[in-house]
């Protein structure tokens, strides 16, 4: 059985499921006996009613048995399934047994049941069972039971058991072998009904279980992918700047940043690190595509801009060098925006450069937020040897830099309406003089406001500089 030797949990659970279905239709079985036993003491049926109440009480106990038995055996579900389908042949045995006419072609239902737990060698089971209990039932019929006319051809049904026992025998010495006709042509054709039963049955359970096997195994595949995404998901954040105060050594400025993406791992990132004792590096960018592809480009992307500006060059040529190093190996042909700025802490001085980048937003001490509208560049990765236009802004005390990703401006409701760069502005307005955890804070708090139950679409990155006295 397949699920001895994978042990696979999707099966364990269909199982305890089929034991509970299984008990439901037995329970359903001991009422339609009771119903009829009922109707035929009030003269419905011709049923002889000493035969019934013999019947009836013994099959209807073992019909609710199974009820009893799951919540007995709850967690042993290798052997209730057994328990629970013997109970309901030796019940509908019985029943058949005292009730031929009837309930021959009730033995269908437990092999249509037995499918019903996907497993062929219970089902197999469950016919060799159905087969002996209606060959042992039609005999026992035989002398109890009632006569079926297609048993005994046109001859009355005698009702009185040693009558029958003597009808039998004398049959049998005149040459008419009663036993095997009735096997031959009662038992054989009603068997044959069973058995194509059982293999529609079983075709359709074999198929089933194909199909559970494969979701079991997907579903496997899944968490594995999932468990390296949440690996990939820590190593993409243990590679963004997070310990904060990033640099409480020094009291000239405050920084804070965040990165919130929209799957497991995201394109997006921040950097910031001292280029030397007096240059403090921003970097804020944003990958094409999302997704793993994107993550390992971003990797990619951040160690290259971390490595130019630690060399010295400038914000333009540190971006000038890292485009012409990405294109050399990209045959996706992803590419990036980047947002990059050296910052003079001893002169407030900022040299930046905007290779397709949002635009930053800029307060002034005595200000509000505005969008500064620098001077934009062709995106990283996109074409070979593009040169990037570097722009400078005097930083003084009370001022802010406030620079993001399209994630922000781009955020979108369950009406399809963009967030906004407007929004955006109120937002960062909407407390003076914040400092710069609580201004990104306030920000995503507005977005997910705006946004509601929608879903994310897009990276959230942000990061703001402020100056202090």
């Not at 051809?153 to 058991?161: I, K, T």
């Not at 004792?277 to 993550?295: F, R």
């Not at 002034?364 to 593009?386: N, P, Q, S, T, Y």
């Not at 400092?435 to 997910?448: M, N, P, Q, T, W």
């Amino acid at each position: 059985m397949v699920e001895d030797t994978l042990h696979l949990d999707i099966f364990r659970v269909n199982e305890e499921k089929a034991n509970r279905y299984t008990a439901f239709c037995t329970f359903v079985a001991a009422v339609v006996a009771v119903l009829m036993w009922v109707l035929n003491l009030c003269g419905f049926f011709i049923v002889d009613q000493h035969l019934m109440n013999v019947a009836m009480p013994a099959g209807v106990a073992l019909f609710l048995l199974p009820s009893l038995l799951v919540r007995i055996w709850n967690g042993d579900t290798r052997l209730l399934k057994y328990a629970m389908m013997c109970c309901f042949m030796i019940g509908i045995a019985i029943l058949n047994s005292a009730l031929t006419i009837q309930l021959v072609l009730a033995w269908s239902c437990p092999v249509v049941l037995s499918c019903h737990y996907y497993s062929p060698r219970f089902t197999h089971f469950t016919l060799t069972g159905a087969l002996l209990g209606m060959l042992c039932a039609t005999y026992v019929g035989l002398y109890c039971g009632v006569w079926d006319a297609n048993m005994m051809r046109s001859v009355e049904m005698p009702g009185d058991a040693a009558f029958r026992a003597e009808f039998i025998r004398e049959a049998t010495a005149a040459g008419d072998n009663l036993l095997l006709r009735v096997f031959n042509f009662y038992y054989i054709p009603r068997a044959a009904i069973v058995i194509v039963v059982y293999l529609i049955s079983i075709t359709l359970s074999r198929r089933t279980h194909g199909l559970l096997k494969k979701q079991e195994e997907d579903n496997r595949e899944k968490e594995r992918i999932g468990a390296e995404l949440n690996v990939a998901t820590q190593i993409q954040a243990s590679m963004l700047p997070c310990i904060f105060p990033a640099f409480p050594e020094y009291k000239e400025f405050d920084i804070y940043a965040s990165m919130n993406p929209a799957k497991e791992v995201g394109g997006d990132f921040y950097d910031f690190f001292l280029v030397d004792a007096d240059h403090l590096a921003l970097v804020i960018a944003d990958v094409s595509g999302k997704g793993v592809p994107a993550a390992l480009f971003m990797m990619i992307t951040k160690t290259l801009i971390k490595n130019a500006a630690q060399s010295g060059l400038s914000a333009g040529a540190a971006l000038e060098t890292v485009n012409n190093q990405l294109l050399e190996n990209n045959e996706a042909g992803m590419f990036v925006t980047v947002w990059l700025g050296i910052y003079e802490i001893s002169t407030g001085r900022l040299t930046a450069a905007n290779a397709g980048h949002e635009y930053p937003a800029l307060k002034r001490a005595d200000g509000k937020f505005i969008l500064f509208k620098d001077k934009h560049g062709f995106v990283m990765a996109g074409m070979e040897d593009v040169k990037y236009r570097e722009y400078e802004l005097e930083l003084h005390p009370g001022d802010t830099l406030f620079v993001y990703t399209d994630g922000v401006a781009e955020a979108t409701d369950a009406n399809d309406r963009l967030y906004g760069t407007e929004r955006m502005l109120d937002a960062l307005n909407r407390k003076e003089n914040a400092g710069s955890k609580e201004l990104l804070l306030e920000v995503k708090a507005d977005i997910d406001r705006f946004v509601g139950e929608a879903e994310q679409f897009d990276d959230i990155t942000m990061l703001a500089l402020n100056i202090k006295s």
